[in-house]
């Protein structure tokens, strides 16, 4: 059995399902639409406040995507549009965002993730 | 009162800028007056900007006891703060209508919460020049004098002037806060500006006049003596 390809399809899968099977959309640059993929998704973090040391927590949505499901490659400033649920306990009403584009996602070859970073969007 | 209980200039000054400011905020923009901790970025959500404004340091170069009056150079901290989030056309997006080319269109258009916090705190530091250095507003709010030095009322009237050399400087953005799903652009500025302060010193708090002793006698009555025995009645002789 190839390790690595198991890890970066199954592995991640089997490990993406406990709690975290969020349904996600995704709008690419080229205008096409992706549906039905499952993400892991956090909805915040906590932090320490460098200033008082205080424990904070960061409204800082963090979805983690397989990277053998999507049908476009997402690089560092494209104009990407995520429709995901803002409560996990509601996955059925699904909200449209859009990358952070001043933020790289974090990706690796090896593992076969990529953490892409959804902004707070308005309608224009 | 006492005149250490009075506001001295820099005080009248700090209230005058306040109000002056808060006159044009509407819903341009917020105005705290006040030094404040940490704010979390929802806060600044819903109104997007706002501007704190407080009183934060001063000098008095020529001022020295043996003077009446001395020169008071103010400085007063602004301190601009933006958020924004980023912007599309949700509905094209939204829309099962639309098409890829639609989809394409509507992304393309998109703006990041970087490019419009940025012209965000621009419009705020226009809007603050505007206030402050628009010569109506020489005088921050504050009255000219007349010669017996009470405030003029009649603005075609002209006085003594309160404020003078009025200076907007040092503006400078922060580096971006990359916290959180909402984009928060800081930046500041300082208001420098002159003031005449008058020493008219304190009147230290005292029962008696300095100089003069006076002796208390306490004689308690006996209730044999007193006539209501129920109270207790003290005699006091006082003597210098």
Redesign the interface.
């Known amino acids: 059995m190839d390790l690595r390809k198991h890890i970066a399809t199954d592995g991640i899968r089997l490990s993406m399902g406990s709690g975290f099977n969020i349904p996600i959309n995704l709008?690419y640059?080229?205008?096409?639409?992706q549906t039905g993929l499952i993400a892991q998704v956090l909805y915040d973090r906590f932090a320490e406040?460098p200033?008082?040391g205080d424990e904070i927590v960061?409204?800082?949505?963090r979805i983690s995507l397989i990277k053998a499901d999507l049908d476009e490659v997402i690089t560092a400033g494209d104009?990407?549009?995520i429709?995901y649920p803002l409560d996990p306990a509601n996955p059925t009403v699904l909200t449209?965002?859009?990358m952070?584009?001043?933020?790289a996602p974090i990706d690796g070859a090896s593992i076969g993730f990529i953490t892409i970073?959804?902004?707070?969007?308005?309608?224009? | 009162m006492s005149t250490i209980d009075t506001q001295m200039k820099f005080e009248e000054l700090r209230d005058s800028v306040e109000s002056l400011v808060k006159s044009f905020a509407s819903t341009r923009f917020r105005v705290v007056t006040e030094q404040k901790e940490s704010s979390g970025a929802e806060e600044h959500k819903d109104l997007k900007r706002s501007i704190q404004i407080f009183y934060e340091s001063g000098s008095f170069p020529d001022g020295t006891s043996s003077k009446r009056e001395s020169t008071h150079e103010i400085t007063f901290q602004i301190e601009y703060t933006a958020t924004a989030a980023a912007k599309v056309d949700l509905n094209a997006l939204n829309d099962p209508e639309s098409t890829a080319s639609d989809i394409l269109t509507a992304l393309a258009a998109s703006q990041g919460a970087g490019f419009t916090a940025n012209r965000s705190i621009d419009e705020l530091r226009r809007m603050i020049y505007q206030i402050i250095l628009d010569p109506v507003n020489s005088q921050l709010g504050m009255s000219e004098l007349d010669k017996n030095g009470a405030e003029i009322t009649d603005p075609l009237v002209c006085g003594a002037k309160q404020v003078s050399q009025v200076r907007l400087v040092n503006f400078r953005k922060n580096a971006p806060i990359a916290r959180g799903k909402i984009f928060v652009l800081t930046a500041s500025e300082q208001l420098t500006c002159q003031v005449t302060e008058i020493t008219e010193g304190a009147t230290p708090i005292a029962v008696a006049q300095p100089g003069i002793e006076l002796n208390h006698e306490f004689n308690t009555k006996s209730d044999a003596d007193d006539a209501d025995p129920a109270t207790f009645e003290i005699d006091v002789t006082t003597t210098e």
């Open positions: 709008k640059p080229s205008g096409e639409t406040d200033e008082t960061i409204k800082e949505t104009k990407l549009a429709s449209t965002e859009m952070d584009t001043d933020r970073f959804p902004f707070t969007t308005e309608q224009i």
